[in-house]
C-alpha cells in the first residue's frame, strides 16, 4: 500500500521569505500523481500544484514550484515570497495513475506566517 | 461557475442514529469522491462513485455507504453511528475522476456524534 509521509508537523516563515515543506511517499506504481493541497483555517482544500511522474520537470505555479526527486520519492513544495495569505494546512497526497484507490494523504503541514 | 456544495455543513447525532450527506459536484463533473477527515487519521479515502457506479472503495466498514444519481449529485450513508465517526467529511468531484483531471473539494460536512 501507498504511503505518504509528512516528516514537519509546523513550519513558520517570515513573510517575504522562502520555504520549503517536504512530502516522502512509497509506492511500487509506476504511473502516478503527486499533489499538494492547501487547507486554510476553515476553508475548502484547494489543490496547489500537481506532478505526474512521468514528468521530469518540475511542476510550478506562479510562487510555488516542487522538487521531485523520483529515485529518492521526495516531493518538497517551495513557497517563495511568502505572504500572509499562505498561512494554511498543507497536505501532500498521491495518486494512482487511473484515479483508482483514491488519494493517499499526508499528515499536513500547518504553516504559519509570520508578519 | 459554481463549485461543490455539501449539505448539511454541521450534524449532531447521537450513537446509534443514522446519517446521510448529500454533495452536489461542480457541473459536467461525473466523478464524485468521499473523504473523511479526522485529527487522528487525517484524511482517508471512503468511495468513489462515477456514473452511478460505485468505482473504488477505500478500507471503510460497510456502515458507511454510498450513491449517486443521474445528475452525478451523490450521498453518503453511515448507519449504526459511532464516536468515532465524528469527523469533517469531504467530497470532491472531477471531470472523469482521473488525477490528470483537476480535483476539486467541497466545503465539508462536519458531523459531531454524541
Known amino acids: 500500500a501507498q504511503t505518504v509521509t509528512q516528516s514537519q508537523p509546523e513550519m513558520s516563515v517570515q513573510e517575504a521569505e522562502t520555504v520549503t515543506l517536504s512530502c516522502t511517499y512509497d509506492?511500487?506504481?509506476?504511473?502516478?500523481?503527486l499533489f499538494w493541497y492547501k487547507q486554510p483555517p476553515s476553508r475548502q482544500m484547494i489543490l496547489v500544484i500537481r506532478?505526474?511522474?512521468?514528468?521530469?520537470q518540475n511542476a510550478t505555479e506562479n510562487r510555488f514550484s516542487v522538487n521531485f526527486q523520483k529515485a529518492a520519492k521526495s516531493f518538497s513544495l517551495k513557497i517563495s515570497d511568502s505572504q500572509l495569505g499562505d498561512a494554511a494546512m498543507y497536505f501532500c497526497?498521491?495518486?494512482?495513475?487511473?484515479?483508482?484507490?483514491?488519494?493517499?494523504f499526508g499528515k499536513g503541514t500547518h504553516l504559519i506566517i509570520q508578519p | 461557475k459554481a463549485g461543490v456544495t455539501q449539505t448539511p455543513r454541521y450534524l449532531i447525532k447521537t450513537r446509534g442514529q443514522q446519517v446521510t450527506l448529500s454533495c452536489s459536484p461542480i457541473?459536467?463533473?461525473?466523478?464524485v469522491s468521499w473523504y473523511q477527515q479526522t485529527p487522528g487519521q487525517g484524511l482517508q479515502f471512503l468511495f468513489e462513485?462515477?456514473?452511478?457506479?460505485?468505482?473504488n472503495k477505500g478500507n471503510f466498514p460497510g456502515r458507511f455507504s454510498g450513491r449517486q444519481f443521474s445528475n452525478s449529485r451523490s450521498e453518503m450513508n453511515v448507519s449504526t453511528l459511532e464516536l468515532g465517526d465524528s469527523a469533517l467529511y469531504l467530497c470532491?468531484?472531477?471531470?472523469?475522476?482521473?488525477?490528470?483531471?483537476?480535483?476539486?473539494f467541497g466545503p465539508g460536512t462536519r458531523l459531531t456524534v454524541l
Open positions: 509506492t511500487s506504481e509506476s504511473d502516478y500523481y
Open positions: 506532478q505526474e511522474a512521468y514528468k521530469q
Open positions: 497526497a498521491y495518486g494512482k495513475g487511473g484515479g483508482a484507490d483514491g488519494l493517499t
Open positions: 457541473s459536467g463533473h461525473r466523478s
Open positions: 462513485y462515477f456514473s452511478e457506479t460505485q468505482r
Open positions: 470532491a468531484s472531477s471531470l472523469q475522476g482521473l488525477f490528470s483531471d483537476e480535483q476539486f
